[in-house]
C-alpha cells in the first residue's frame, strides 16, 4: 500500500485580484491552494505545518474518514486547532471512494483563501463510455477587497446580513466582468473533437451557482466523488461543498478565435443584495497561430444555456436528474428501512439587538441560524476527545428530534416563535450502524437560498425532497429507495424539505452544517456521534501522538 505525503505550510501571501492586493493565508502563498492527485486505496499524510499568526485546521472535504476521525479536521469538534508555529500531520486512508473531492480551512471563515481541489483516481477505469483527453479542475471561489476576518466580525457582532463578495471566481481568477481581469482569466485550451472531464467544485462561502459553457452540452457522470447515472444537461446547479462531474465534448464549429464563455452565477430564489454578479473564463479550441488579447477576452456575451438567477425551476429539474449509478461495480446501498428518524427545521431567525448595540440585521435585530431552533455553539474543547477518552461534560446535550413547536412553512410568519433560537452545544448520539433518516425542514424565513447541508464522515442518500412542509405520513411513501443520489452535501430546497438516510457506520463525532459560511457562523449546526460497535474493528483508532491539544 503506498503512502503519499504532501507538506502545507500555512502562510500569508500578497496576493492582486481587482485591483487590489492583500494578504491573505494561503497554503505555500498559493491562492487557490494546490491539487492533491490521490489513487483510491492510498495512505495519505498531509503534514500541515503553521507559519502564520492564528490558529487553523484543514478539512478534507467528503473523505470518508473510516475510524479515522482525528483527520477530519473541524475544529473544536473533532480537534483543537493547530496554533501558530505548530505542526500537525492528518493520516488517512481513502477506502472505496473515488473521484472530485476538495480540502479547506475549517476555523472561522479561512475557506474563503485556504482551500484546494482533492482528486481520487479510480482503481477500475471509469464507468463511462467516452474516451478522456484531459481532465480540467473548475473550482469556484469568492474574493473580498476587504479583510475576511472584518465581515466575519461584523457579521457575528453585528448580526449583520447577507454579505456580499466582491467577486466570483474560476480557479482564483475573476474574469473579464471585473477590474484588471487582463491576468486574472481563467482560459484553457481544448482540441477539437475531444472529450474532457471537467471536475467542478463549489468552493463559494455563501451561494449556490449555476454554471454552464456557450454552445456545449455538459453531460452530468458524477456528484460528490459518487458515479451517477449519466444524463445531458445544458447547465448544472451546485451548491457550496458540492462536486460535479461533467464530461464535455468540442464538437462545435469555433469562429476565428477558438473561444467559448463559461460562467457561473448564483441561484436565488428571489432577488436579494447578494454578489449576484458573474464569472467568466474560457475553453478555447487550439488555433495554432492566434494569441490571446485583452480585446479577444473583453468581447464576449454570456452563455444563452445559462439559466437566470431565480431560475427555481431548472435548479429542481435538476436535483431531480440525479440518480446514483447503482450498477454491479458500484451498488447504491440506501438503506430501504430505518431505525430512527429526526426530523429538524434548518432555519434563520432574529434575536433582539443587546442594548447599547446597533443591530444591522433584519429590522435592527441580530441575524442566528439554527436546527430545531438551537443555535450550535462551538466549545473551546475538541469534542472528539472528550467522547473517546469518556471524559463527562455538561457542555453538551442531546439534540431535540422534533421540532419544539408545531409549524406551517409554507407562508412567512415573521412572529412566529419559531423565529426565536436558544444557544447550545447539540449532538445526537446513535449506536452504531443505525440506520438513521433525518428530514431537514426548511422554514423560509427571510432566506432566499437552499440550505447546502454536509455531513462529516459519511455519505447518505436523499431519498426524497419535495416544497411546503414535509408530512411524515405521506411524504416517506414517495422516496426513491432504488437509486437515490449519494452525496455527501444536499441543497435543502428554499421553502422546503429533504430527506437523507444515513448509515452510522463511522465511530466518532462528526459535525453537521450549512455549507453556507455565513449560516454556519449564525449556528446552522450540531453535532453526531456514533458510538463504537461491539467489534474491535467497529471502534474508533486512537488519536495520533502529534494531535493537537487545547
Ligand atoms: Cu466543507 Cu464542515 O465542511
Ligand atoms: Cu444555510
Redesign the pocket.
Known amino acids: 500500500q503506498i503512502i503519499r505525503r504532501f507538506s502545507y505550510n500555512i502562510e500569508r501571501k500578497n496576493v492582486k485580484r481587482l485591483c487590489h492586493t492583500k494578504r491573505l493565508l494561503t497554503v505555500g502563498g498559493k491562492y487557490p491552494g494546490p491539487t492533491i492527485f490521490v489513487h483510491e486505496g492510498d495512505n495519505v499524510e498531509v503534514k500541515v505545518t503553521n507559519m502564520s499568526p492564528w490558529n487553523t485546521t484543514i ?1 478534507w ?2 473523505v470518508r474518514q473510516l475510524r479515522s476521525g482525528w483527520a477530519d479536521g ?1 475544529a473544536y469538534i473533532t480537534q483543537c486547532p493547530i496554533v501558530p508555529g505548530g505542526t500537525y500531520t492528518y493520516k488517512f486512508t481513502i477506502i472505496s471512494q473515488r473521484g472530485t473531492l ?1 480540502w ?1 480551512a ?1 476555523l472561522a471563515w479561512q ?1 474563503a483563501t485556504v482551500y484546494g481541489a482533492f482528486i481520487i483516481y479510480p482503481r477500475m477505469p471509469y464507468p463511462f463510455p467516452s474516451l478522456v483527453e484531459a481532465e480540467i479542475p473548475i473550482v469556484f471561489g469568492e474574493w473580498w477587497n476587504g479583510e475576511i476576518e472584518d465581515i466575519e466580525t461584523d457579521m457575528k457582532l453585528y448580526g449583520s446580513g447577507p454579505n456580499s463578495s466582491d467577486a466570483y471566481t474560476i480557479n482564483g481568477l475573476p474574469g473579464p466582468l471585473y477590474p484588471c481581469y487582463n491576468k486574472d482569466t481563467f482560459i484553457r485550451t481544448i482540441e477539437r473533437g475531444k472529450t474532457y472531464l471537467l471536475r467542478i467544485i463549489n468552493a463559494a462561502l455563501n451561494d449556490e451557482l449555476f454554471f454552464a459553457v456557450a454552445n456545449h452540452t455538459l453531460t452530468v457522470v458524477e456528484i460528490d466523488a459518487v458515479y451517477t447515472k449519466p444524463f445531458k444537461t445544458k447547465a448544472i446547479m451546485v451548491a457550496p ?1 458540492q462536486t460535479t462531474n461533467v464530461l464535455i465534448t468540442a464538437n462545435q464549429v469555433p469562429d476565428s478565435t477558438g473561444m467559448f464563455v463559461m460562467a457561473a452565477r448564483p441561484y436565488l430564489s428571489s432577488v436579494f443584495p447578494f454578489d449576484n454578479s458573474t464569472t467568466i473564463g474560457f475553453l478555447k479550441y487550439s488555433t495554432p497561430n492566434l494569441k490571446i488579447t485583452k480585446t479577444h477576452v473583453k468581447s464576449f456575451t454570456l452563455p444563452s444555456n445559462l439559466p437566470e438567477m431565480e431560475d427555481t425551476p431548472f435548479a429542481t429539474e435538476f436535483a431531480e436528474k440525479l440518480r446514483s449509478l447503482g450498477s454491479p461495480e458500484y451498488p447504491c446501498n440506501v438503506p430501504k428501512k430505518i431505525d430512527k428518524r429526526v426530523i429538524t427545521t434548518i432555519s434563520l431567525n432574529l434575536q433582539d439587538c443587546p442594548v447599547n448595540q446597533t443591530c444591522k440585521g433584519f429590522k435592527n435585530k441580530k441575524f442566528y441560524a439554527s436546527m430545531n431552533n438551537q443555535s450550535f455553539v462551538r466549545p473551546s474543547i475538541s469534542i472528539l476527545e472528550c467522547h473517546y477518552r469518556n471524559l463527562s461534560t455538561t457542555l453538551f446535550s442531546s439534540f431535540p428530534e422534533r421540532p419544539p413547536h408545531p409549524f406551517n412553512y409554507t407562508g412567512v410568519d415573521p412572529l412566529s416563535e419559531n423565529l426565536n433560537t436558544e444557544f447550545s452545544t447539540r449532538i445526537l448520539v446513535v449506536p452504531y450502524g443505525t440506520r438513521l433518516e433525518i428530514v431537514l425542514q426548511d422554514t423560509s424565513f427571510l432566506n432566499p437560498e437552499n440550505h447546502p447541508i ?1 455531513v ?1 464522515g459519511h455519505n447518505f442518500f436523499i431519498v426524497g425532497s419535495g416544497f411546503g412542509n414535509y408530512d411524515v405520513d405521506c411524504d416517506p411513501k414517495y422516496y426513491n429507495l432504488i437509486d437515490p443520489p449519494e452525496r455527501n ?1 444536499v441543497a435543502v430546497p428554499v421553502g422546503g424539505w429533504a430527506a437523507i438516510r444515513i448509515v452510522a457506520d463511522n465511530p466518532g463525532v462528526w ?1 453537521i ?1 450549512c ?1 453556507l459560511e455565513e449560516h ?1 457562523s449564525w449556528g446552522l449546526a450540531m453535532g453526531l456521534i456514533v458510538q463504537s460497535g461491539q467489534h474491535p474493528s467497529q471502534c474508533l483508532l486512537p488519536p495520533p501522538d502529534d494531535f493537537p491539544i487545547c
Do not use: D, E, N, V
Request: no cysteine.
Open positions: 478539512h472535504h467528503g473541524p476538495w479547506h475549517h475557506r461543498g454536509h462529516h452535501t459535525f452544517h455549507h454556519t
